[in-house]
Every structure is written in C-alpha cells, then in structure tokens.
Nanobody, 114 residues
Framework: QVQLVETGGGLVQAGGSLRLSCAAS????????MGWYRQTPGKQRELVAS???????NYADSVRGRFTISRDNAKNTVYLQMNSLKPEDTAVYYC????????WGQGTQVTVSS
C-alpha cells in the first residue's frame, strides 16, 4: 500500500505564492506518473499538473505559466510551485501517483484571498 503525505497548503493573498509538497512511501512498484489535482465542493476533481518519471509534464490551461511541477524520483516526492495565485485557485489540492494502481493523498486546502 502506498501512502502520500501533502504539505504546504494554507491561506495566501492574491498574487502570492505557495509551494506544495507530496512524498510517497510504501510502493512496491516504480512510480510512473505523479501529479496534482484540485477540487471544490460540487465540482469534479480536475487535473492541475502531472509529471512522468521521464520528465514529461502536463498542465491545466488555467495554471499554465503560473504553476510549475517538479519531481525528485529518488525521494518519490513531487512539488507544485504556485505563483501569481488567484482566488479561482482556491480548492483542496490532492497529490496522486500511479504505481501498480492509482493512489491519492488526503488533500490540502489552498485558499487565496481577494
């Protein structure tokens, strides 16, 4: 079983920055893709950014140019640097990875004030 622990969420002003971190542990398989999703009440969880072990990245149009995903394969850790934050970015952010199955973190709240 895989455990993912997220840190870095919080309350920031519009235009500010946050850095989310997620460390995966306990995987019996090599982790292929790691990524970040976000969800607000009543809405479907959506992809924010993802990165494969080989370095291929994917970003939601709404965050491209503002957010940067990075990854440390040796530590099974993925990061999300969020700059120029907007109130629309407010959501619960979830870390995810694929490793012989799909696993999710507990989520961390990001709130951006006007």
């Amino acid at each position: 079983q895989v455990q993912l622990v997220e840190t870095g969420g919080g309350l920031v002003q519009a235009g500010g920055s946050l850095r989310l971190s997620c460390a995966a542990s306990g995987s019996m398989y090599i982790i292929n893709t790691m990524g970040w999703y976000r969800q607000t009440p009543g809405k479907q969880r959506e992809l924010v950014a993802s990165k494969t072990r080989g370095g291929s990245t994917n970003y939601a149009d709404s965050v491209r140019g503002r957010f940067t995903i990075s990854r440390d394969n040796a530590k099974n850790t993925v990061y999300l640097q969020m700059n120029s934050l907007k109130p629309e970015d407010t959501a619960v952010y979830y870390c995810s990875c694929s490793a012989g199955g799909t696993y999710w973190g507990q989520g961390t709240q990001v709130t951006v004030s006007s």
